[in-house]
């Protein structure tokens, strides 16, 4: 099992399910946190796409209360583009 944590956003689950491969994050990730407002975002996500991705429904994945001062407080998302085009060439690996 790997040892490298994950803290998970929207648009890694989100596509992730779409393709079929969110097998994937347990494979790369332990533990994996999702944070309340990742999951109210797929939460409304469902009422357009019924097929969205729900977290909840995966054993792996550790959700996290977070109250909004913290999120406030977090850096802006800066991942590297690379990271999301080498998720999606392992994708089409598997």
């Given at each position: 099992?790997?040892?490298?944590?994950?803290?998970?956003?929207?648009?890694?689950?989100?596509?992730?399910g779409?393709?079929?491969?969110?097998?994937?994050l347990?494979?790369?990730?332990a533990?994996?946190?999702v944070?309340?407002p990742v999951?109210l975002?797929?939460?409304?996500g469902?009422?357009?796409?019924?097929?969205?991705?729900?977290?909840?429904?995966?054993?792996?994945?550790?959700?996290?209360?977070?109250?909004q001062?913290?999120?406030?407080?977090l850096?802006?998302?800066?991942?590297d583009?690379?990271?999301?085009?080498?998720?999606?060439?392992?994708a089409?690996?598997?």
């Amino acid at each position: 099992m790997p040892d490298l944590s994950l803290v998970c956003d929207t648009t890694l689950l989100l596509y992730l399910g779409r393709i079929g491969q969110i097998d994937l994050l347990p494979a790369l990730f332990a533990p994996i946190y999702v944070l309340d407002p990742v999951m109210l975002e797929l939460d409304m996500g469902r009422l357009l796409r019924p097929d969205t991705l729900d977290p909840r429904d995966l054993a792996w994945i550790t959700p996290v209360a977070v109250s909004q001062d913290i999120i406030d407080a977090l850096p802006p998302n800066r991942l590297d583009n690379d990271l999301y085009q080498d998720i999606l060439n392992l994708a089409g690996e598997a």
